[in-house]
């Protein structure tokens, strides 16, 4: 058995994870109905969204598996956060890295195994969302690219919720609320309710083309075109 090695950003990779306050909560219906899509689609007994701590492979959303976790240094999954794209095992027992892992040779017996890291930014890999079946099989363009799309939805799901309970939240808000703004891909813009910016991320400057100090207690107007600029009444 090969174990998986740790990646070279790993302390920052963590500090990521932590930030997004997901390790340990409770399963979540808008996760959990995309593991059921991913089920479904590739018609495997198994699909899961794990989270990597130091130690150990956490699931969030877990479909035909009873445990909640299970060693970092066993997991296919662990593999599966060192690539940038899909990781597929199409047999475990035909790959000299898998054929003697617990994984394999006892519950839940993968013999497929197919995972694509979850990406808050460039490089940075909080987990996986994967799917196992107890059978041999093939991969073919289409099934990575729809294993692509549902984890592109996971990592929204993720990066937009912790979101919004961070602005939710009273404790810590702000250093909660501009760790999650670094981190996510999208441009992000937070203003108050007389439309003056308090927060601006690092994706919103590659969009509008201003820097954060240039925006932060101005109206939201002035990243508007016109009419809608002359329009807005802050």
């Known amino acids: ?72 240094d066993i997991s296919f999954c662990g593999h599966a956060i060192l690539a940038d794209e899909v990781f597929n095992i199409p047999d475990a027992l035909e790959d000299s890295r898998f054929t003697d892992n617990p994984l394999v040779t006892g519950e839940p017996h993968v013999r497929f195994y197919a995972g694509i890291p979850l ?57 909660w609320l501009q760790a999650v703004l670094d981190t996510v891909a999208d441009g992000i813009i937070a203003i108050d309710h007389q439309g003056i910016i308090e927060a601006y991320n690092p994706a919103a400057v590659k969009i509008f083309g201003f820097e954060a100090s240039e925006v932060i207690g101005q109206n939201v107007k002035m990243l508007m075109p016109d009419p809608d600029r002359s329009a807005h009444d802050g």
């Open 1 to 72: 058995m090969l174990p998986p090695i740790v990646p070279p950003n790993e302390q920052q990779r963590l500090r990521a994870l932590h930030n997004l306050g997901v390790l340990d909560t409770e399963t979540e219906e808008r996760l959990d109905r995309l593991t059921r899509v991913a089920k479904a689609h590739y018609k495997v007994p198994i699909a899961l969204v794990s989270q990597f701590d130091a130690n150990r492979q956490w699931f969030k959303s877990r479909q035909g598996l009873d445990v909640t976790e299970t060693p970092r």
């Open 119 to 175: 990406t808050i930014r460039k490089g940075v890999n909080i987990g996986t969302l994967c799917i196992i079946d107890r059978e041999p099989r093939n991969f073919s363009g289409s099934d990575f690219d729809v294993l692509c799309d549902l984890a592109t939805c996971v990592t929204r799901e993720i990066l937009y919720t912790e979101l919004t309970k961070g602005i939710d939240s009273r404790s810590g808000q702000e250093t």
